[in-house]
């Protein structure tokens, strides 16, 4: 196998010599044919990216170096690849057509994955049609869905990606443990009419079990301790700590060691959203992803979308050094999208040594930024043209919409459309002058103002366009960006699969929280010791 350090090193020459965007739309006239793909029904268009062909062709030699293909071969045939936790990655089980025949470690799972589908299938149905009802007998109204991180941030994005404008049943979401989110989740709510669901791999997790707790005392001072059992479900991969905590057995969803946290919103930790949007939305979701599964896993990684998303990626951070990237979705409906890309890539691909423990040679995952077009242009856009530094943009945008007024979605999409070029064309000294002396500005003013007008331009971005926002799209768009992360993973050697990186603060955090209850002083530095006597009870 060739050497991937050299490889690597070919691919950052490659881009850092590849020259301007617009030069390489000038000397390469089937760029747009190479580095535009369609993948699942989404178009995936990376060539304002600073690939050239020549870094392509690197960018495809790293992969073939890293055996990005075996890699690929291993996580869909359920190996160990998270390694340091001894667990397979196999959210795709979660996603595929009944009888698939997944193993995980050599176990089947596809079976297990069958039966929780169906029983979720069953469940959701039931609290749709009101065969399932509260303790009083009155049909579910809302469903307050509590988790954090991987057992919030998907379920919260597929809400509001995919709610209908007035939704029969109201999904409210309660992730952190600041007291003011459990309050907001339930206030104006009927006790008789709420569908808790407590949503935790591990149902250890502080800020999780706090909630949980105030919201089942809150439905136990309505409906009373037993009634609320009717009120409660469960989903965990730790059946019998949800047990544990008092949840009615068959109201416990399971899912699996196999199924990473950032990586399972296609399990029973979506229910609030079966309930919310019916399981046939649900299950068109889970559709969508398989699609991009069948994509990743057959097509060449010459136009394999997720390989192409990588490569563009590892491009502007490795090649170019760029330690950011923005995320800017042309949809009011995916505003969370970045929060969500910023769990999936931070947390999967955050790390500083390899898979084997060996320091990392090279930078890995950027820091993840962005909010809703047309909003952000009216806020951080200044600094993505002007600044000094260069952010590559993720643009995100559907084809069509249904939705608001006539005419906004084409203001909407137009938008789109003029930053990616904007930010590759830019707007030279030149230019401007000439556009001042033509509108007759007097030639001091020209000259004061032209360097504040001109945009440098030659700054990158992909333009992903789905064809709606419905649920298949959404499905498609979710996996398209993990099996991203799963390749960046791979060509920089690290398990995307762990996150040993949040455990530290959480043990911290206990410690302190015991002396700020009253326990003995520990040993801290001045100013950690300072903060915790001022806000000591
Ligand atoms: O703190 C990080 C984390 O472990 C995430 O990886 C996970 O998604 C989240 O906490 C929630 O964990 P759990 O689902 O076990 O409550």
């Known amino acids: 196998?060739?050497?991937?350090?050299?490889?690597?090193?070919?691919?950052?020459?490659?881009?850092?010599?590849?020259?301007?965007?617009?030069?390489?739309?000038?000397?390469?006239?089937?760029?747009?044919?190479?580095?535009?793909?369609?993948?699942?029904g989404l178009r995936v268009d990376l060539s304002k990216q600073p690939l050239s062909a020549a870094a392509l062709e690197a960018g495809l030699a790293l992969a073939a170096a890293a055996d990005l293909e075996g890699a690929r071969a291993r996580l869909f045939g359920g190996d160990i690849v998270n390694a340091s936790e001894g667990r397979p990655a196999l959210h795709m089980?979660?996603?595929?057509?009944?009888?698939?025949?997944?193993?995980?470690?050599?176990?089947?799972?596809?079976?297990?994955?069958?039966?929780?589908?169906?029983?979720?299938?069953?469940?959701?149905?039931g609290v749709r049609t009101e065969t399932i009802r509260g303790a009083t007998g009155k049909p579910f109204r809302a469903v307050v869905h509590i988790g954090i991180g991987g057992s919030d941030l998907g379920p919260r994005l597929v809400w509001e990606a995919l709610k209908p404008l007035q939704p029969r049943i109201e999904l409210r979401f309660a992730a952190n443990v600041d007291g003011a989110e459990i309050a907001a989740a339930l206030a104006g709510l009927d006790p008789a009419e709420t569908l808790v669901i407590a949503v935790s791999k591990t149902f250890t997790t502080l800020e999780t079990l706090a909630n949980a707790t105030a919201a089942r005392d809150w439905l136990a001072a309505s409906v009373g301790t037993e009634g609320a059992k009717a009120h409660f479900a469960a989903v965990s991969a730790n059946v019998g700590g949800a047990g544990d905590f008092g949840v009615a057995a068959d109201r416990v969803f399971p899912f699996w060691d196999w199924v990473g946290g950032r990586y399972s919103v296609w399990s029973a930790v979506g229910l609030s959203c079966a309930i919310g949007l019916g399981w046939g939305a649900f299950h068109r979701f889970l559709e969508g992803a398989r699609a991009m599964d069948e994509h990743f896993r057959a097509a060449p990684l010459a136009s394999n979308a997720p390989v192409l998303l990588a490569l563009a990626h590892l491009a502007n951070r490795n090649g170019l050094g760029r330690p950011l990237r923005a995320v800017v979705p042309y949809a009011r409906r995916l505003a969370l999208l970045p929060a969500f890309l910023q769990q999936l890539e931070m947390e999967s691909n955050g790390k500083r040594v390899a898979a084997d423990g060996a320091p990392l040679k090279r930078p890995t995952a950027a820091a993840v930024f962005g909010d809703a077009g047309t909003n952000g242009q009216h806020a951080f856009f200044q600094l993505l043209h002007q600044g000094t530094d260069i952010i590559p943009v993720d643009i995100i945008a559907a084809a069509a919409s249904d939705e608001g007024p006539a005419g906004s979605?084409?203001?909407?999409?137009a938008n789109a459309i003029a930053q990616g070029e904007a930010l590759m064309r830019g707007r030279t000294q030149d230019e401007v002058i000439?556009?001042?002396?033509?509108?007759?500005?007097?030639?001091d003013e020209i000259a004061r103002l032209a360097p504040q007008r001109t945009f440098p331009g030659d700054r990158p971005t992909s333009f992903i366009l789905l064809p709606d926002l419905k649920p298949e799209s959404l499905g498609a768009l979710i996996a398209l960006y993990e099996h991203k992360a799963f390749v960046e993973g791979v060509l920089w050697g690290i398990n995307s699969f762990d996150q040993w990186g949040v455990e530290l603060g959480k043990t911290l955090a206990s410690r302190v929280l015991a002396e700020l209850e009253g326990g003995p002083a520990g040993d801290h530095d001045p100013s950690t010791a300072d903060l915790i006597a001022r806000l000591k009870g």
């Open 1 to 40: 196998m060739p050497d991937r350090d050299a490889a690597w090193t070919r691919f950052e020459a490659a881009v850092a010599g590849a020259g301007p965007l617009t030069r390489l739309f000038e000397q390469e006239p089937g760029r747009l044919r190479a580095l535009a793909v369609e993948a699942a």
């Open 93 to 125: 089980a979660l996603r595929a057509e009944d009888g698939a025949g997944y193993r995980a470690a050599g176990d089947p799972v596809s079976g297990e994955v069958e039966e929780t589908r169906a029983r979720m299938a069953a469940f959701a149905e």
């Open 434 to 443: 000439v556009e001042l002396q033509t509108k007759s500005v007097p030639a």
């Open 409 to 413: 979605h084409a203001k909407l999409l």
